[in-house]
């Protein structure tokens, strides 16, 4: 938003001195005060707004913003100042309604923040639904890493035609209160108690266990989160008897040292319990340390649906009561049984240990409600038994593959945790397949770069045994083992090698300056292109274009370069993609920033346009596509909520929904910057997931500083380097499954002859790139009503 503010808004400042929790910081919130038509303490922002008294939610003022125009911008800002300086979090909310708000843009309340320093903390952000809705409030928390001096409150209506009534705006410091608490009792089936609960604010805590007015259990911590698990026994270890307990909290916040007193009451049962409890989740769901079931009904089992050649996945969460470590856990497979002689044999089914990295802050999406930093799930780590320590849980990933051609229907069999201290656990397993089979080749191109600089940094020397072994791994998760950025020409055998096992595209070279000993090189400035470069770029492509040609791989061929650049590179842009498509006809892919037009496009020579998903605009993009041309899409460190990311972060359902959108919003491929972005703190070794696991080192965290890039969490990370290769993450996982789901969209589309009733299929589980779900159940449940109508025109 700073590119905004010194442009569109006039400043008008209130300074506060030392706020106090719930007081108002905002001058005019409800913009009765006004001189003629304008609201007092409130600048106009673009276009500007229209007061109008009466509009409001109870008959008062309120301001409206109307956009012919989806690159219309309006609004309204208020600046507020704080001396001295506040370290704290901010609680901001507003009231909106809109009529045929369109997609795009901006229809929120927006917050940029000045630090003390003189740093930034930009597009703190609650965003409004689109379309057409009555009164509707969103109200989110965001908090600074350092002293803020100054907000600059944005009441926001940019790039989106439609209109928008806007009352009752608030921001205030945040609250502190118990935010989200879950207390279960007997969940081991005697007297016993789970808890856990996030706080607004961190702070110094103590948890106590309470009967009848006396003191049986106490524990200490400090942050934003707390968990423990009480075995039902007094401070000897002696059990006591079950009935009423009260769990109460005392609790000093870190920031202003205030006390908060919190207790919730439960009844649980008398008796020891057993030692540990299971249940099973789906692959959409992260089952954190401290996650326990509200209540268990009955033992655990897992079911899936899947088409032939397609993987999918089911977690089994296992908790170990307090007391009751599990040692050396080990899993047996079995093979899933189909009647008839059919049979999934259980060498298509794996598993792995859902290991964990610590984010010490979070990202503040407001679909992730009860999360708290820590230690948080990510990597696949393949072991051959684990242990789960007392008052935790730990979840195990299984993935079933049904090979091509496997007869249709129910499949059952069962996994087996076999712990070396306590009983085994038995979790039968129902497969569904599916009567059609998925293809090898997906149907939209991929570019996530898997990087040989990286490699280089943690291998040594790159074998070709160690890049096949990368890039099947990729292939395997449907994923082209590519890299934009490279400045050397892949290898030709690899390529073929690649071409046999899914790969649908990939890039000949990045036009920069060579990567030398560097991990990677993303742009060079424009004194690098000179005709000498240019002279030496033809002389390296000229035979190898030529080879690809011969072996029948250059219709896969692509050339990126321009990473995310400006209009200041156009002329080389055009220079050296025109150079691309005349001397070797082969695409030109580019995240620069170039207008999604076809003139445009043309003009640069710009084949395949590949714009950050914010600024995808699908209208423009089907005018491309009319043209010859192609539009993907793009994310990577943003955008974030209220669009998807796939982010560590982020919810996990949003890897797989992301490819539903890719559909619905007719992309032709999608670029992701790094899978082993390798640079982060304590990424100097190669994992042993045995014994440097379930709690790695290892870290996924962009920035370790004070500012934004300290909750990003995962951008550029997919892959994690083991001993013995690569080995993935749940977020991976999730993609390969979106990919399978956007294969299930195009199939339908083929056989009923109808890319757009393919699209409208798409809903409910999206309806465009802000409007989505977050329910898994709702992605199962859709994708099992495409599967029924694709199974009625193959039969």
Not at 174 to 191: H, M, R, W
Request: hydrophobic share 35%; proline share 7%; charged share 20%.
């Amino acid at each position: 938003m700073h590119a905004l503010t010194p442009l569109l808004a006039m400043c008008v400042s209130s300074t506060w001195a030392a706020p106090k929790r719930g007081e108002s910081l905002l001058t005019n919130p409800t913009f009765e005060q006004a001189a003629g038509a304008v609201a007092s303490a409130w600048s106009p922002v673009g276009g500007g707004y229209t007061l109008v008294r009466g509009a409001g939610r109870a008959g008062s003022a309120c301001l409206t913003c109307a956009n012919p125009r989806p690159d219309d911008v309006r609004g309204a800002m208020q600046e507020i100042t704080f001396s001295p300086p506040i370290k704290h979090p901010f609680r901001a909310s507003g009231w909106s309604k809109c009529e045929s708000v369109g997609e795009g843009g901006d229809y929120c309340l927006y917050m940029d923040c000045w630090y003390d320093d003189g740093t930034n903390l930009w597009g703190q952000r609650g965003d409004f639904d689109r379309g057409t809705h009555g009164w509707q409030k969103v109200d989110y928390v965001f908090a600074g890493a350092k002293p803020i001096s100054k907000i600059q409150y944005f009441i926001l209506f940019r790039g989106c035609a439609g209109k928008a009534w806007f009352d009752g705006v608030t921001l205030s410091l945040a609250p502190f209160e118990v935010q989200t608490e879950k207390a279960t009792p007997s969940l081991y089936g005697g007297n016993s108690i789970d808890y856990s609960a996030s706080l607004s604010l961190p702070a110094e805590w103590t948890a106590t266990v309470v009967k009848d007015g006396g003191d049986v259990y106490s524990v200490r911590g400090h942050g934003a989160g707390i968990s423990f698990a009480w075995p039902g026994t007094d401070a000897s270890g002696m059990l006591l008897p079950g009935g009423d307990y009260a769990v109460r909290l005392s609790l000093r916040d870190d920031l202003l040292g205030e006390q908060l007193r919190h207790e919730v009451r439960v009844r649980t049962k008398s008796g020891p319990g057993v030692g540990s409890v299971a249940w099973t989740e789906t692959s959409m769901k992260r089952v954190l340390v401290s996650a326990f079931p509200e209540k268990l009904d009955e033992a655990p089992t897992a079911s899936i649906a899947l088409a032939g050649n397609e993987y999918e996945s089911f977690q089994v969460a296992l908790r170990a009561a307090p007391g009751h470590d599990l040692k050396g856990c080990t899993v047996e497979l079995s093979d899933l049984q189909g009647g008839k002689g059919r049979l999934i044999p259980r060498g298509n089914l794996e598993w792995h240990q859902v290991g964990f990295v610590e984010l010490k802050r979070l990202f503040n999406h407001p679909k992730v409600t009860d999360a708290v930093p820590g230690w948080w799930p990510d990597p696949l780590l393949p072991v051959s038994r684990f242990d789960v320590p007392a008052g935790t849980t730990q979840s195990i990933w299984f993935t079933v593959y049904a090979p091509p051609k496997t007869p249709p229907g129910k499949y059952t069999g069962h996994v087996v945790i076999r712990p070396a201290n306590a009983p085994d656990l038995r979790v039968p397993v129902t497969a569904t397949v599916y009567d059609f089979d998925l293809p090898t080749q997906p149907h939209i191109k991929t570019a996530f770069a898997l990087m040989d600089g990286y490699l280089e940094k943690l291998y040594g020397t790159v074998t070709p045994e160690l890049r096949r072994a990368y890039g099947d791994y990729v292939l395997k998760h449907r994923l082209n083992p590519d890299d934009i950025s490279r400045t050397d020409p892949p290898d030709l055998d690899d390529l073929a090698h690649y071409n046999d096992r899914g790969l649908n595209a990939f890039n000949v070279i990045n036009m920069v300056q060579p990567r030398g000993k560097a991990t990677w090189v993303c742009w060079s400035p424009l004194e690098v292109y000179t005709p000498q470069f240019k002279a030496d770029l033809i002389r390296r492509l000229d035979p190898y274009v030529a080879e690809l040609k011969r072996r029948g791989l250059i219709n896969k061929a692509y050339v990126y370069t321009f990473d995310e650049r400006g209009e200041e590179f156009y002329p080389t842009l055009k220079e050296y993609f025109g150079l691309i498509r005349e001397r070797y006809g082969i695409p030109t892919l580019t995240t620069a920033r170039v207008a999604q037009d076809p003139q445009a496009m043309c003009d640069l020579n710009v084949d395949w346009n590949c714009p950050v998903s914010s600024v995808y605009r699908f209208d423009q993009a089907e005018r491309c596509r009319a043209a010859g041309l192609q539009v993907w899409s793009y994310i990577c460190c943003g955008p974030r909520y209220p669009f998807a990311n796939w982010l560590a972060d982020d919810p996990l359902v949003d890897a797989r929904v992301i490819w539903w959108q890719a559909y619905q919003q007719k992309m032709d491929g999608f670029l992701y910057w790094g899978l082993n972005i390798w640079d982060r703190t304590h990424n100097d070794y190669l994992i042993d997931p045995e014994k440097d696991g379930p709690r790695l080192k290892w870290s996924i965290t962009t920035g370790a500083g004070d500012d934004w890039t300290a909750a990003l969490h995962g951008d550029g990370e997919m892959l994690y380097p083991g001993r013995d290769g690569p080995f993935g993450c749940i977020r991976l996982a999730n993609i390969r499954d979106g990919i399978d789901d956007y294969e299930y969209l195009w199939l339908l589309a083929q056989l009923e002859g109808s890319v757009e009733k393919a699209r409208e299929a798409c809903l409910p589980v999206t309806q465009s790139l802000t409007s989505f779900t977050g329910d898994p159940q709702q992605v199962y449940a859709q994708r099992a009503v495409i599967a029924r109508r694709i199974e009625k025109l193959v039969r």
